[in-house]
């Protein structure tokens, strides 16, 4: 028989562990499911995440593991859900070791898979999260005096240009076609003494270990760089949920269509919940704990009124 549940959380990143830890210490009958094995990728250091600045993803899951694994009424399960449907008191969730679950709600906390291939400069996918960063907050630190490329999107990046001057020692911005150079110097302000704009197009990166150590150009320029920023690149698109919620909204900002869902979470299906990169395409740590936390006081409130 299928084991039940009032909730099932998909995804133990910060938002999925902060979703179950506060509905498990509500005493709610519940349970987390996270696919651990993308995580291996994850080593290195992550910052900005107060007490666990510095940690890896993979020691912050450790640690929420065992906070956690303090309450008997929610459970953690090391697997990949692989298909979510809805059943006629709730949702039916399954498991690729072949375990089905039951359940009353859902939280979809399963983060979001960009595609830095979708960058379309060869060797790139083997220097992301170590030389390949999207956000100066929390990798800004780390390149300081270093020499940093920024592949220019549009004018959003006029922005992470100034931020990185905050560290950088040189900058090298690559901006696409029909975009001016001397543009980009007028935005750009006193960051401008450091930066060099170029039209060259990157071929492909050279690196060690996932250090980055040159940029190749296609008319073959070698450039020594030490770190690459870049705003936004493609995601993976979501089956799971868009199996069962499909609605969406433009966000202006960033031109990318959003899961449609309240400021909670919430989503029109009512029981289920989206959080975390799964919704925002980047929440921070800190940012996908709250949004977890936030949603299990939802699902904890919900239960008060329509007990499972
Ligand atoms: C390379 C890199 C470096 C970063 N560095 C920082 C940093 O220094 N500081 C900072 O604040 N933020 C950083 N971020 C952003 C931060 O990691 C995310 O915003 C945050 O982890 C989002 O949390 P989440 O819980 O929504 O998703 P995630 O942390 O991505 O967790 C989602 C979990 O769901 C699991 N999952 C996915 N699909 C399934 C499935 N079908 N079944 C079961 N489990 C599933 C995944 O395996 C994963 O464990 C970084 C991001 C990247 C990519």
């Not at 987390?32 to 940690?55: A, H, M, R, S």
Request: charged share 25%; net charge negative; with cysteine.
């Amino acid at each position: 028989m299928d084991s039940c549940y009032d909730v099932v959380v998909i995804g133990g990143g910060p938002a999925g562990m902060s979703a179950a830890l506060v509905m498990a210490r509500a005493l709610v009958k519940g349970c987390v499911i996270n696919d651990e094995t993308p995580l291996e990728k994850f080593q290195d250091p992550t910052y900005n995440f107060i007490t666990n600045d510095g940690l890896s993803k993979c020691e912050i899951l450790e640690k929420s593991k065992s906070d956690i694994g303090r309450y008997d009424n929610f459970s953690y399960i090391d697997d990949l859900v692989e298909e979510v449907g809805i059943d006629i008191d709730g949702y039916r969730i399954r498991l690729k070791s072949g375990l089905s679950l039951r359940a009353g709600k859902v939280i979809f906390a399963l983060g979001d898979k960009l595609d830095p291939s979708s960058l379309g400069i060869e060797g790139i996918e083997s220097i992301w999260g170590r030389s390949l960063f999207t956000c100066p907050y929390c990798h800004g630190y780390e390149i300081q005096g270093k020499d940093v490329v920024v592949l220019f999107q549009g004018q959003a990046d006029v922005n992470l240009i100034k931020l990185l001057g905050i560290w950088a020692g040189a900058i090298r911005v690559f901006v696409g076609p029909g975009v001016e150079p001397r543009d980009v110097f007028a935005a750009i302000g006193r960051v401008a003494e450091k930066t060099d704009v170029s039209e060259a197009r990157i071929a492909s990166v050279n690196s060690e270990s996932g250090q980055l150590k040159s940029l190749i150009t296609e008319e073959g320029e070698v450039i020594p760089a030490d770190a690459i920023f870049v705003s936004d690149m493609e995601s993976h698109p979501n089956h799971l949920i868009d199996s069962i919620y499909t609605s969406k909204k433009l966000n202006p900002m960033t031109n990318r269509e959003l899961y449609e869902t309240d400021q909670f979470g919430r989503t029109g299906l009512g029981d289920v919940f989206i959080v975390g990169d799964a919704k925002t395409r980047f929440s921070t740590l800190i940012g996908a704990a709250h949004e977890g936390f936030i949603a299990g006081v939802m699902v904890i409130n919900d239960l008060l009124d329509n007990p499972a």
